[in-house]
Nanobody
């Protein structure tokens, strides 16, 4: 069974940092690209970043320079380092596996969690001023 489990969400002050983790089981980095999405209150999900087995990364423009995606193959874990957090970063953060379907790039905005591939349950990030 394929499972993705997010962790690391928390409440932080503006300007703070968080590192989210996405633990994979039942799937390897060679089987799937992994992506991070977030769902801000009142909206559907938007794509933030993806990484493939070779460490090639993709970022949406609005997070470039603040967020960094990485992976530790030995731990079957993908990370999202988030710096200089802003109130508008508040939301539920999900990781997802697309099984090399290319679905991340066809589902960049207005995405429903679980709409394709396999998704984790999400982790809450709250940024307050």
């Amino acid at each position: 069974e394929v499972q993705l489990v997010e962790s690391g969400g928390d409440s932080v002050q503006v300007g703070g940092s968080l590192k989210l983790s996405c633990k994979l089981s039942g799937v390897t980095f060679y089987d799937s690209d992994i992506g991070w999405y977030r769902q801000v209150p009142g909206n559907k999900c938007e794509l933030l970043s993806t990484i493939n087995w070779d460490g090639v990364t993709y970022y949406e423009d609005f997070i470039k320079g603040r967020f960094t995606i990485s992976q530790d193959i030995t731990k079957s874990t993908v990370y999202l380092q988030m710096n200089d957090l802003k109130p508008e970063d508040t939301g539920v953060y999900y990781c997802a596996a697309d099984f090399k379907s290319g679905d991340f790039y066809r589902h960049r905005t207005a995405v429903v969690p679980g709409e394709f591939g396999t998704w984790g349950q999400g982790t809450q990030v709250t940024v307050s001023s």
